[in-house]
């Protein structure tokens, strides 16, 4: 990991450089050109500009210093874990609904965070749960 860390001190502002002119080629081409440019851009945005946002967040100093606090460590620890149970509690309010004839406004605000509730607190169990496991077993 360190050696890994010195090589991103070392080229940062090189990634920097090319993560942005790579995103201002994107938004120029698409500014001109539309979607002849690229295509659709849904996938430009998930396989070029995405990435390269998260490369210029990586290597700025901002994103070390955010990093430190406490909240933003333990949201990392269960992330996995609200990826895993994201999906069974969207399926779960399917099937309350279309079975309990439940109806649910999934446009509104209070849904939205209901269910991220829900999501992240099955997830902390989870990711307790599987650290007590790793403890015993492992």
Not at 32 to 39: H, I, N, P, R, Y
Not at 87 to 105: H, R, Y
Not at 120 to 129: E, K, P, Q, S
């Amino acid at each position: 990991v360190k050696k890994y860390k010195r090589k991103i001190d070392e080229n940062r502002y090189l990634i920097i450089s090319i993560d942005t002119a790579i995103l201002l080629s994107i938004y120029w081409g698409y500014r001109t050109l539309g979607e002849a440019f690229m295509g659709n851009i849904q996938y430009v945005l998930v396989y070029l500009a995405f990435p390269c946002i998260i490369g210029i967040f990586m290597c700025s100093k901002s994103i070390a210093i955010i990093s430190e606090f406490k909240c933003v460590k333990y949201v990392g620890k269960i992330t996995y874990s609200i990826y895993l149970f994201n999906l069974p509690t969207q399926l779960m309010t399917f099937v309350l609904s279309s079975i309990g004839k439940i109806e649910f406004n999934y446009s509104s605000k209070v849904f939205w965070f209901v269910h991220m509730t829900i999501s992240v607190g099955v997830a902390t169990i989870f990711y307790f749960l599987e650290r007590l496991f790793r403890k015993r077993f492992l």
